[in-house]
């Protein structure tokens, strides 16, 4: 009785698959050619382009797994539980990505596999979309249509996994090269960063007088901040291997040492100071911008204003115009990481 009844459903479900407009089918199968671009050209933009786009399955693959995070950090913001939060921000960003691809690439072949009269029904191309994703085989249709979807489908499945695993080491040497210089810092100047710790650190080590090397070095550190963090923002959200440190709170520290320096005329390093800071302002914008930033009228410029004067006025005004074009986003940078700015606003407000 239960095979009559099952034998029956089949042919009814696929006498009303056979009546289907052809157009629908035609449509279907648009709309599903159409998905698959998107997912496929959502992968090379991740993986390949050295450039930001707001593409969708990224936003929102990073929207789901930064509001989760801000829901769980609401409720408890001490720093031992703000490092194991954040630890699991970037994982938990790829898995949830790879996910939002197998759905969108099941979904798109379910759709092909149906318009274009591969199987019989949307159970069949359910489960023969799932069979060839997952590399398994066992609801392979017998039609050649299905067949040579199966193929590619395969290869796409294999390619999602295989092609976003292999650029999570380089990823992760990404932010390894960051915490670095991160750790660099705080060993110097103890666990409160902030710009005027670093200019008595380099007193004390006898550099006060000629910092290039410093300012250099620092100026790599911005560019590849730049180059890195802005193409995939949910970097900014990996926190250091040691719990209490902060990239985001060491940039500040450089960026006011770098243009208390800039803004003298005694060293011979303010050239260099200058330009470190209009590196760090470059990288903060950007990231910023990436990470949503509205636009603002009081943007970082490329431009590095020249000295008005030597006494403590003018100096005091070079600083200020120069850190007013790296406050903005920096700040903003650090409200989106949950970073703990308060030891630069106290040092700001006291001076």
Not at 25 to 33: D, Q
Not at 174 to 197: F, M
Not at 211 to 240: G, I, K, Y
Not at 277 to 285: E, I, P, Q, S
């Given at each position: ?16 698959f ?13 709309l599903?050619l159409?998905?698959l ?45 703000l ?9 938990a ?11 969108g ?53 294999l ?24 750790s ?22 006898g ?6 090397d410093?300012?250099?070095d ?20 990996s ?5 209490g440190?902060s ?7 450089v960026l ?37 930033r ?14 008005s ?5 003018a ?8 850190r007013?074009?790296?406050e ?10 949950f ?10 407000i006291?001076?």
């Amino acid at each position: 009785m239960t095979r009559t009844g099952d034998r029956s459903s089949g042919q009814s479900e696929n006498r009303v698959f056979a009546e289907v407009p052809k157009l629908t089918r035609i449509f279907i199968s648009i709309l599903g050619l159409w998905l698959l671009f998107l997912i496929l050209r959502s992968m090379i933009r991740i993986a390949l382009m050295n450039r930001h786009y707001r593409d969708f399955f990224a936003e929102l693959s990073g929207r789901v797994v930064y509001r989760v995070v801000a829901l769980r950090l609401s409720r408890n913001r001490d720093a031992g539980a703000l490092h194991r939060v954040l630890l699991w921000v970037f994982p938990a960003y790829i898995l949830s990505l790879i996910f939002v691809y197998f759905v969108g690439a099941m979904s798109a072949f379910t759709f092909l596999y149906w318009g274009t009269h591969a199987v019989n029904s949307w159970r069949e191309a359910f489960l023969a979309s799932g069979s060839a994703l997952n590399t398994l085989g066992f609801a392979t249709p017998a039609s050649i249509a299905g067949q040579w979807l199966a193929v590619p489908e395969g290869a796409l499945g294999l390619g999602i996994v295989v092609f976003l695993f292999t650029f999570i080491p380089g990823y992760q040497a990404v932010i390894r090269s960051r915490e670095d210089k991160t750790s660099w810092l705080y060993t110097r100047i103890g666990d409160h960063p902030t710009g005027t710790a670093l200019l008595e650190w380099c007193q004390r080590a006898g550099i006060a007088g000629d910092m290039r090397d410093v300012w250099e070095d620092w100026e790599d550190w911005f560019r590849m901040l730049a180059d890195t963090h802005s193409v995939l923002p949910m970097l900014t959200l990996s926190p250091s291997v040691q719990e209490g440190q902060s990239w985001v709170l060491a940039a500040a520290a450089v960026l006011d040492a770098a243009a208390r320096a800039a803004s003298s005329t005694e060293t011979k390093d303010a050239e260099s100071a200058k330009i470190c800071v209009c590196t760090g302002t470059r990288a903060f914008v950007a990231i910023a911008d990436a990470l949503g930033r509205a636009c603002s009228t009081r943007r970082g410029s490329a431009r590095i204003p020249s000295m008005s004067g030597v006494n403590p006025e003018a100096r005091r005004e070079e600083f200020l115009s120069l850190r007013m074009r790296y406050e903005e986003a920096l700040f903003f940078v650090a409200r989106r990481t949950f970073a703990p700015l308060d030891g630069i606003l106290v040092e700001r407000i006291e001076r």
